[in-house]
């Protein structure tokens, strides 16, 4: 089993650019794909980047999701920074048992 | 559009079993992509993956969950299910059920229901 971890919190301006990491303890991140989820408060999850770089239908091309072998991390990227995107964000995986694995979470404020 | 559902009691007493259904809308739980999962998240804190089970029944649990976890499916009634024993207030969470979409090397859980808060207190 391997863990993700993420930073507890980052915060930015309105029009800026935030990077949101996710680290693998152990094995290759490149293994199995990252997703990343966004959740605002009071609602359910959903996906904003999957398989590492993938944007669902309908979210903006302003979220891009990459992965870093040298790091053992996944990198989720929100460029032109809104207020709507103030969030928590939370990357997974799952392992060779077939088991989901999630990061801990990062709480985005824009301000 | 896939729709879940998520029923059961809000309030649970400590020592007893926690029993949630998933209700499937707007497609059919037994098709061969995918698998359906059940995931909780306490208050103030992150997610947590239960366990996901396939139509056929085949399931993975959270091994630090495994001992008191069993999800079951009804594909007669197109819902899945989660039962877990001896609850205490750390069980105390928003539960959330979501289909789980698996390819190669990837796991995407997709929908989610809306969740439901399950209090375990006396």
């Known amino acids: 089993n391997f863990m993700l971890t993420q930073p507890h919190s980052v915060s930015e301006s309105p029009g800026k650019t935030v990077t949101i990491s996710c680290t693998r303890s152990s094995g290759s991140i490149a293994s199995n794909y990252v997703q990343w989820y966004q959740q605002r408060p009071g609602s359910a999850p959903t996906t904003v980047i999957y398989?590492?770089?993938?944007?669902p239908s309908g979210v903006p091309d302003r979220f891009s999701g990459s992965i870093d072998s040298s790091s053992n991390s996944a990198s989720l990227t929100i460029s032109g920074l809104k207020t709507e995107d103030e969030a928590d964000y939370y990357c997974?995986?799952?392992?060779?048992?077939?088991?989901?694995?999630f990061g801990g979470g990062t709480k985005l404020t824009v301000l | 559009q896939l729709q879940l559902q998520e029923s059961g009691p809000g309030l649970v007493k400590p020592s007893e079993t926690l029993s949630l259904t998933c209700t499937v809308s707007g497609g059919s739980i037994s098709s061969s992509s995918y698998y359906w999962g059940w995931i909780r998240q306490p208050p103030g804190k992150g997610l947590e993956w239960i366990g996901s089970i396939y139509y056929s029944g085949s399931t993975y649990y959270n091994p630090s969950l495994k001992s008191r976890v069993t999800i079951s499916v009804d594909t007669s009634k197109n819902q899945f299910s989660l039962k877990l024993s001896s609850v205490t207030a750390a069980d105390t969470a928003v539960y959330y059920c979501a289909r789980l979409m698996i390819g190669l090397d990837s796991s995407r859980f997709d929908p989610w229901g809306q969740g439901t808060l399950v209090t375990v207190s006396s």
């Open positions: 398989e590492d770089n993938q944007r």
């Open positions: 997974q995986s799952y392992d060779s048992s077939n088991h989901e694995v």
